[in-house]
Every structure is written in C-alpha cells, then in structure tokens.
C-alpha cells in the first residue's frame, strides 16, 4: 500500500471511529455528519466523500475488520485452514491509531453504549451489508488457499459463513459478560471449538 492509499485508509478508520464513539456517548440520533468530520478533523465534505450516511461510516469498521480477514487469509503461509483462519482473525480486533488517538475512558459505560447503539435499526442494516461484502471476499479467499472454484463447490461459502458467525458471537457475548471477555480469547475459542467440529461441552 503506497503512502496516499494507507493515508486514505488513515482518514477512513478515523472517520468510522469517531462516528462509533459520537453514537456511543450522545446516541445515534444525537450524531451529525458534521460532528464526525469535526471529531477526525476533516470537512464535511471529505466525509461525503468516504460515506454516504453516519451508518455506513460506523459500519466501515466492521467491514475493514472483516475484508482484512480476507486480505490476511491470502497471506498466510502453508498451514492448517483453521489455524489460519483464526492467525487472520485475531489481529483484526486489535486497537488499531484511531482508537489510541481517543481511548475509551469508562469501559462500562462503553459497553452499554454500544450495546444501544448496535440495536439501532437503521445500523442493523447496514452492518448486515457490510458482512454481506466481507463474506463474498472471505469465501474467494478460501478459495484462492484450498483451490476450490467457489462457483461450483459449497464449501469455501460455508467456512466464509462459519467465520463471519464466529466472529459475531464472539462480538455479542463480549457485550454480553459483565465484565466483558476479552475478544482474543473468545475468538481463539470460537475457532478452536469450530475446528474440533463444535463437540457437545460437558456441563
């Protein structure tokens, strides 16, 4: 990635940021296109042209998470596809600049902030397209490792679907416990029991 493309990639995760911690602390209604650009110190007009709404812009993150398990998948060298999978998956939930620039001062409040945000459905939407194009970009990229034609074989289509649900629970029960699990161990969990073929736990 040349300079100009990573400093786009640089305003783009900003941009998606300060939408997400704008919602959390003031709600979603509460949030203007203005504020967002102000809080990544750009223009308005330089977030028009990364979004075209405030839900897409907090959705990007997902998205970038998620194309970049893709992009990691076809990096990875010779190994096991889960063992892969789950090396492409973890570095993506890992706090990234933009996140550094504004730490989260209350984790508790963070998540109950999140929490009402996520359950907008204006948001809802938008998140599930964004995992739409994230999952046709994982399955190509399983395709691409396995040498499997994803236009014929099932298979690259039910692991992109398989990583996608792992990754979304492990986001759900990470809001969901009190105090919140670390995402690193939820999703090393989710991909190891996905790998054992999900055997029945033992109470």
């Known amino acids: ?63 970038d998470r998620c194309l970049g398990i893709a992009e990691a998948l076809r990096e990875r060298p010779a190994e096991p596809l889960w063992d892969a999978v789950l090396h492409s998956v973890l570095p993506q939930f890992e706090p990234d600049a933009a996140v550094a620039a504004h730490p989260v001062p209350d984790a508790a409040q963070w998540t109950a902030g999140v929490r009402v945000m996520l359950a907008e459905p204006v948001l809802q939407g938008e998140i599930l397209r964004a995992g739409a194009i994230a999952e046709a970009e994982i399955a190509a990229a399983v395709a691409d490792r396995t040498g499997i034609d994803p236009q014929q074989d099932l298979y ?22 009190d105090p919140p699990m670390p995402m690193s161990r939820l999703l090393t969990d989710a991909f190891t029991l996905i790998a054992a073929g999900l055997p029945t736990p033992t109470p």
């Not at 039910?158 to 990470?174: G, K, P, R």
């Open 1 to 63: 990635m040349g300079l100009r493309e990573r400093k786009k990639a640089e305003t783009r995760a900003s941009l998606s940021w300060a939408a997400i911690r704008l919602t959390v602390e003031r709600g979603f209604d509460s949030v203007k296109v203005e504020d967002i650009a102000e809080a990544a110190g750009v223009s308005p007009r330089t977030f028009n042209n990364y979004f075209s709404s405030k839900g897409e812009a907090i959705a990007a993150r997902h998205l």
């Open 156 to 177: 690259p289509h039910l692991v992109a679907s398989a990583v996608m649900a792992a990754t979304n629970a492990a986001m759900t029960h990470h809001l969901r416990t």
